[in-house]
């Protein structure tokens, strides 16, 4: 199912995990040595801005070479139709995608910005031409399209374990819902929100709970991303400006300046209290990345009243707003300087302080690791049948 080599890609799950518990100083160097030894993953991962440099050569020669197929088929035939473009997206998308089978199995890339530029390629080229497919005439244009498209991409992205990939699937899956609500009529202005919101439930229990099981262990940043984003969605159906918008967009709503849209005050109300009860969740649950969307969200809730409600002063409120966080970070820094119910401010041990602090003890544990083995070997060889290596001497007559 997964193009990747699934035993280097849980060696490098290993690895990971086993740079943190040896930032923890839970196991030791030699230890830690023995395992990057054993469980090595010969991938190749350029580095960031190689990376960038692939996929950016990459693109281009895929444009290069759609701009000559294309150069050569429309010569003395300007009026080739859609028909002609689907089957040049499909064309494409498939030899995208038989280019990246083949460099991932020869070149043994994973993430290396080639491959990536491939998939993002073949995808954009296979939802293209299903667009292209659909009638224009034809309604809910935009629904079929997301509906024939919708296995492609959950395919890709399980089979390439794509973060990326698994985001764009889960949008695609949320507007499938969307749009089909769409086809109820008036009923959908007053559920839209709530359907939405019971909508992302589901969604983010099944994603925590499959990321629990040891069998999905390979997708489990691709289930994060489920999680993060049914938690984001969830916020974003019940917030004020984001409905008041919509509304106005795809129900045609009309409100004057100043109007306010019906269930005002609880969307108000929940605009104010979501992110403050993800905080909450997330500091009893110990969970970083819910952390990190709560304080993103509570940044969303301050613009959406901050529009709605300005003082017309923007230098104070910038100014009070400025001052207040920095107290609110200094006196939490200053709590939290000592462990408190599990939650700290100090440094969290990672893998970038790993490789900074001990790759040099670690080459040296390596190249003695190494040492012994080969040295183990080289014992073996007794020349002429001595216990010590001797060419044939021995301890007894």
Same mark, same amino acid.
């Given at each position: 199912?997964?193009?990747?080599?699934?035993?280097?890609?849980?060696?490098?799950?290993?690895?990971?995990?086993?740079?943190? @518990?040896?930032?923890?100083?839970?196991?030791?160097?030699?230890?830690?040595?023995?395992?990057?030894?054993?469980?090595?993953?010969?991938?190749? !991962?350029?580095?960031?801005?190689?990376?960038?440099?692939?996929?950016?050569?990459?693109?281009?020669?895929?444009?290069?070479?759609?701009?000559?197929?294309?150069?050569?088929?429309?010569?003395?035939?300007?009026?080739?139709?859609?028909?002609?473009?689907?089957?040049?997206?499909?064309?494409?998308?498939?030899?995208?995608?038989?280019?990246?089978?083949?460099? $991932?199995?020869?070149?043994?890339?994973?993430?290396?910005?080639?491959?990536?530029?491939?998939?993002?390629?073949?995808?954009?080229?296979?939802?293209? +031409?299903?667009?292209?497919?659909?009638?224009?005439?034809?309604?809910?244009?935009?629904?079929?399209?997301?509906?024939?498209?919708?296995?492609?991409?959950?395919?890709?992205?399980?089979?390439?374990?794509?973060?990326?990939?698994?985001?764009?699937?889960?949008?695609?899956?949320?507007?499938?819902?969307?749009?089909?609500?769409?086809?109820?009529?008036?009923?959908? !202005?007053?559920?839209?929100?709530?359907?939405?919101?019971?909508?992302?439930?589901?969604?983010?229990?099944?994603?925590?709970?499959?990321?629990?099981?040891?069998?999905?262990?390979? @997708?489990?940043?691709?289930?994060?991303?489920?999680?993060?984003?049914?938690?984001?969605?969830?916020?974003?159906?019940?917030?004020?400006?984001?409905?008041?918008?919509?509304?106005?967009?795809?129900?045609?709503?009309?409100?004057?300046?100043?109007q306010e849209i019906p269930l005002a005050f609880l969307f108000?109300?929940?605009?104010?209290?979501?992110?403050?009860?993800?905080?909450?969740?997330?500091?009893?649950? !110990?969970?970083?990345? $819910?952390?990190?969307?709560?304080?993103?969200?509570?940044?969303?809730?301050?613009?959406?009243?901050?529009?709605?409600?300005?003082?017309?002063?923007?230098?104070?409120?910038?100014?009070?707003? +400025?001052?207040?966080?920095?107290?609110?970070?200094?006196?939490?820094?200053?709590?939290? !300087?000592?462990?408190?119910?599990?939650?700290?401010?100090?440094?969290?041990?990672?893998?970038?302080?790993?490789?900074?602090?001990?790759?040099?003890?670690?080459?040296?544990?390596?190249?003695?690791?190494?040492?012994?083995?080969?040295?183990?070997?080289?014992d073996t060889n007794s020349f002429g049948g001595g216990d010590?290596?001797?060419?044939?001497?021995?301890?007894?007559?």
């Amino acid at each position: 199912m997964i193009s990747y080599n699934t035993t280097y890609l849980r060696n490098i799950a290993i690895v990971k995990k086993a740079k943190q @518990w040896f930032s923890h100083q839970l196991i030791s160097g030699e230890q830690m040595a023995t395992i990057l030894n054993k469980y090595d993953a010969p991938f190749y !991962k350029p580095n960031l801005f190689i990376k960038i440099g692939l996929f950016i050569f990459t693109g281009v020669l895929i444009s290069a070479a759609l701009g000559f197929y294309c150069l050569f088929a429309y010569t003395g035939n300007h009026d080739l139709g859609s028909g002609f473009a689907s089957f040049t997206c499909f064309l494409f998308a498939i030899g995208c995608f038989v280019c990246l089978k083949i460099f $991932i199995k020869n070149y043994k890339l994973y993430n290396s910005g080639i491959d990536d530029a491939l998939l993002y390629s073949a995808l954009s080229f296979l939802f293209s +031409g299903i667009c292209i497919m659909v009638d224009n005439t034809t309604d809910n244009r935009i629904l079929f399209s997301l509906v024939f498209f919708f296995p492609f991409i959950i395919f890709a992205a399980i089979r390439y374990v794509e973060t990326l990939v698994t985001l764009a699937a889960a949008l695609c899956l949320y507007a499938i819902f969307f749009f089909s609500l769409l086809n109820i009529g008036a009923v959908a !202005k007053l559920i839209m929100p709530f359907a939405l919101m019971l909508f992302s439930v589901p969604v983010y229990f099944i994603a925590r709970k499959q990321k629990q099981n040891d069998a999905y262990f390979l @997708w489990k940043a691709c289930l994060s991303v489920c999680e993060a984003v049914a938690l984001v969605l969830f916020y974003l159906a019940g917030n004020y400006f984001v409905i008041r918008e919509n509304s106005i967009a795809f129900f045609d709503m009309k409100l004057e300046d100043g109007q306010e849209i019906p269930l005002a005050f609880l969307f108000y109300f929940l605009t104010a209290s979501v992110p403050l009860l993800y905080a909450y969740c997330a500091l009893k649950t !110990k969970n970083k990345t $819910i952390l990190l969307i709560s304080l993103l969200l509570i940044t969303a809730s301050a613009l959406t009243f901050k529009y709605y409600f300005s003082l017309h002063h923007p230098e104070i409120t910038l100014t009070g707003a +400025g001052i207040i966080m920095i107290l609110i970070a200094y006196f939490s820094i200053k709590y939290l !300087k000592t462990d408190r119910h599990g939650i700290t401010f100090k440094e969290d041990a990672n893998e970038d302080n790993f490789l900074k602090k001990n790759a040099e003890a670690l080459i040296i544990a390596q190249s003695f690791s190494a040492q012994a083995t080969s040295q183990h070997q080289n014992d073996t060889n007794s020349f002429g049948g001595g216990d010590f290596g001797g060419g044939g001497s021995g301890n007894n007559y």
